[in-house]
């Protein structure tokens, strides 16, 4: 017994000396105290660091163990497996989460963009219900729907509570959302960002100001809607991606990439291949004379273009102004991107009125309702464009304007595939190789947006850990 060796190896023990201090030892306790204490605020200041620093310091940890005594390898939990903070666990969730909502959004704005390209053509040029003015106002003011409809929604997923809790707590988190949204910050329960903060003002201002940049935008659409081809009217118009990658750099602070550069100059070279790549385009007029279709077709080609970037500084207008700031999660920022689509209705249906009466007696516009046929599919056109408003805005609440409008150009390839179903005219070698080129260049700029947002959710210090919906149960809860 008086041999026994009571030194034992730190086999699987961390090397760090605390497994040879004695348990009783206050000089001890007190030095172990202080190694947590600097270990705690190690772990902090390595949760700001991004992953390629993270490695390195882990390496250069393990290669430096003073007081390691056994000759045998000794491993930490530090090394062999990266602590993570719950911030960092939540920030790629919601990372995941984020791009799993914007790829269900996109296909929904695909497909109604689609249907209401079609149907509008179709009631302007086929059925001669031409009411540019009238018809943007019926689509525009049919956005007010967008708030009743997610709402009940988001009732039937949380049909057990009460309807005066549930209807209370979702208002509150609207409104902490519009607080987020004019701070630009997440931190609104501070009482000096609440006392400086007037969400509903502010709310106002600028749905008057984006929804008027939208109405400009949308009416030139209607307009040329009936001066040009579906086709053309669909990638001229979505040459927004560019004007909105213009408007980002200063509006959004965007600094510009050349990866991104070259994506959106390679969708726009597609749109122009599109557009003007078609030599049999301006042979549909034929009947009226050339001269007569081909000025038609440019005259649509301009007024198109000028909504394309009135278009283009709306997205940015929208995303800089009424979207709330990075490290929201993504269940509140569909709400609020709903919520928000739903005022652009309300101020629709009442100050964009005034116009109707006026065009009426100048005899620009006649109101004129329409047949019940056609009001049918006014009613489809104008339900369409509602989902596909919605879905779109989601999508650059969740991602960014420059990437939503090349996504939206994937729409030239259902629309020209729509027309050669209905019309039997094939898709022409212009349309195969524009569409090819939009593909590629919306791929590429969905990697270099993906890997771009990867490296904010690494720098982000500050996340949204609530979900709107996880806020009412937890609300809820709290109140029973």
Not at 76 to 86: A, D
Not at 139 to 145: I, N
């Amino acid at each position: 017994m008086a041999r026994l060796d009571t030194r034992r190896p730190s086999f699987h023990h961390p090397a760090d000396g605390r497994s040879e201090t004695p348990l009783l030892s206050k000089a001890g306790d007190a030095e172990g105290k202080q190694e947590e204490d600097e270990e705690e605020e190690e772990h902090e200041e390595r949760g700001r660091q991004s992953t390629s620093e993270r490695l390195l310091y882990d390496t250069q940890r393990e290669t430096y163990r003073p007081h390691s005594t056994s000759q045998h390898p000794t491993f930490s939990r530090r090394s062999t497996m990266r602590s993570r903070s719950p911030r960092e666990v939540a920030a790629e969730n919601a990372t995941k989460k984020k791009y799993t909502y914007a790829a269900f959004f996109l296909v929904i704005s695909l497909i109604s963009f689609c249907v209401q390209t079609e149907l509008s053509a179709y009631i302007q040029n086929d059925l001669g219900w031409s009411k540019a003015y009238c018809m943007m106002f019926f689509t525009h003011g049919s956005w007010v729907l967008l708030w009743p409809t997610q709402l009940l929604v988001l009732r039937w997923r949380k049909r057990d509570l009460p309807w005066s809790v549930f209807l209370k707590k979702h208002l509150e988190s609207l409104k902490k959302t519009a607080m987020m949204v004019e701070t630009r910050s997440l931190d609104v329960h501070r009482p000096s960002v609440q006392r400086h903060s007037h969400p509903i003002r502010y709310m106002v201002k600028y749905t008057a100001i984006v929804s008027t940049a939208l109405t400009v935008a949308g009416l030139s659409w209607y307009v040329a809607v009936a001066l040009t081809t579906p086709s053309d009217l669909t990638a001229i118009y979505n040459c927004s991606a560019f004007f909105a990658y213009v408007f980002s750099v200063p509006l959004l602070r965007e600094p510009l990439r050349l990866d991104k550069s070259i994506a959106v100059l390679i969708a726009i070279g597609g749109v122009l291949v599109v557009a003007y790549g078609d030599t049999n385009g301006t042979g549909e007029g034929d009947e009226s004379g050339p001269d007569t279709t081909a000025g038609s077709r440019f005259i649509g080609n301009v007024v198109i273009g000028i909504g394309s970037v009135l278009y283009g500084l709306y997205e940015v207008m929208y995303k800089r102004y009424a979207c709330p700031p990075d490290g929201v999660s993504p269940g509140r920022g569909v709400s609020f991107a709903m919520t928000f689509g739903a005022l652009i209705g309300v101020f629709t249906l009442t100050v964009l009125w005034i116009p109707l009466p006026i065009l009426h007696w100048l005899d620009i516009e006649r109101f004129e309702l329409p047949d019940a046929t056609t009001g049918w599919l006014v009613l489809a056109a104008v339900l369409s464009n509602a989902t596909f408003s919605g879905s779109f805005l989601v999508l650059i609440s969740l991602t960014s304007p420059v990437l939503s409008s090349v996504a939206a150009l994937l729409t030239i390839f259902i629309v020209a595939i729509t027309d050669w179903f209905i019309t039997g005219e094939p898709l022409t070698m212009g349309a195969i190789i524009g569409g090819t080129m939009i593909i590629i260049a919306f791929l590429g700029l969905s990697w270099s947006t993906y890997r771009e947002m990867k490296e904010h959710e690494a720098q982000k210090l500050d996340v949204d850990l609530t979900d709107s919906d996880v806020e009412d149960n937890a609300s809820s809860s709290n109140e029973g």
